[in-house]
């Protein structure tokens, strides 16, 4: 089974900036996903990047969020900038290979006003 793992997420004030990072098992080469889950909230897209490296973003995130990718290194990155308290939560990292879906155990990301 694939292993998604992401590490960056903390405490942060409001306008501050976290790094999230979300390493795979293997060699990944199909779009991956960061989405993320408020307290008693749905899972909501924040950004997704292909395989050539085009992204697309929530309109909540845009001008503020950059995902990239690795894949050299297996990975993904969210570089997250002028954050805001409605930031908050679990941010999980997202790959579908072959219709199965693959998601990380998250982390937690909270701003602080």
């Known amino acids: 089974q694939v292993q998604l793992v992401e590490s960056g997420g903390g405490l942060v004030q409001v306008g501050g900036s976290l790094r999230l990072s979300c390493v795979a098992s293997?060699?990944?080469?199909?779009?991956m996903g960061w989405y993320r889950q408020a307290p008693g909230k749905q899972r909501e897209l924040v950004a997704i990047?292909?395989?050539?490296?085009?992204?697309n973003y929530a309109a909540s995130v845009k001008g503020r969020f950059t995902m990239s990718r690795d894949n050299a290194k297996n990975s993904v990155y969210l570089q997250m900038n002028s954050l805001k308290p409605e930031d908050t939560g679990v941010y999980y990292c997202?790959?579908?290979?072959?219709?199965?879906?693959?998601w990380g155990q998250g982390t937690q990301v909270t701003v602080s006003s």
């Open positions: 990047i292909g395989n050539s490296g085009m992204t």
């Open positions: 293997g060699s990944i080469f199909n779009a």
């Open positions: 997202y790959l579908r290979i072959r219709a199965i879906d693959y």
